[in-house]
């Protein structure tokens, strides 16, 4: 029943390696974003997709590369998790361009 | 870009009070402004919103009003419970095109009982 599902919930990692974090939604939303939530709780965009298509890339790491096979999946793989990387990160999809985001549950990556 | 400045960061009220979050942008181009609530572990959900066609929009106990003029919008939430607490954040971006939405550093609101 889940809208938007993201998987792993907790990751655990050293530095050094790399990662990768999916994320579906079954609303029929065709635009996807990442979002990542500091410690302080500062929500901020990473990338959004729109019908698979790259629209936003914010100034983030290249270490950090996004993938969606189709409008319904969106990936985040991260390369040489670094310790700065730890942080929530949300992925969350919007019907077209108007109205609110519907947030998954979160990701929560340690990097050790 | 559009900022989103959101004060205050902490809160703290007694049951029964009202609480108020204020928020500024500076994208007069903005015409779209969502409200969330992030509970503790969880995942921010929209609460409530409005679009600068309206200044103003109500939702039980939960309020927001717009002032376009001032690039201002804010949050009321009246005879707060307990439950009520949690983190608070607004945010902000134009129906236009795919932009992001841009969210304020969020206001820490608790209720005593």
């Known amino acids: 029943d889940t809208a938007v599902s993201q998987t792993p919930k907790y990751l655990v990692t050293q530095m050094g390696n790399d990662k990768s974090i999916k994320c579906e939604q079954n609303?029929?939303?065709?635009?996807m974003y990442w979002y990542k939530q500091d410690s302080k709780k500062f929500l901020k965009i990473m990338f959004s997709?729109?019908?698979?298509?790259?629209?936003i890339n914010e100034t983030v790491p290249n270490r950090f590369s996004p993938k969606s096979p189709d409008k319904a999946h969106l990936n985040l793989h991260i390369n040489s998790l670094e310790l700065g990387d730890s942080a929530v990160y949300f992925c969350a999809s919007r019907l077209g361009t108007s109205g609110g985001y519907t947030f998954g549950s979160g990701t929560r990556l340690t990097v050790v | 870009g559009e900022n989103v400045e959101q004060h205050p960061s902490t809160l703290s009220v007694q049951e029964g009070d009202s609480a108020v979050i204020k928020c500024t942008y500076s994208d007069s181009a903005s015409n779209y402004f969502p409200w969330y609530k992030q509970e503790l572990g969880k995942r921010p959900q929209l609460i409530i919103d409005i679009r600068s066609n309206v200044g103003e929009k109500k939702d039980q106990r939960i309020a927001v009003t717009l002032n376009k003029t001032a690039k201002h919008f804010s949050l009321h939430i009246t005879e707060t419970q307990p439950e009520d607490s949690a983190v608070y954040f607004c945010?902000?971006?134009?129906?236009?095109?795919?932009?992001?939405?841009?969210f304020g550093t969020g206001t820490r609101l608790l209720v005593s009982p």
């Open positions: 997709y729109n019908n698979k298509e790259l629209i």
């Open positions: 609303l029929g939303h065709d635009t």
């Open positions: 945010a902000a971006s134009t129906d236009t095109g795919f932009q992001k939405l841009v």
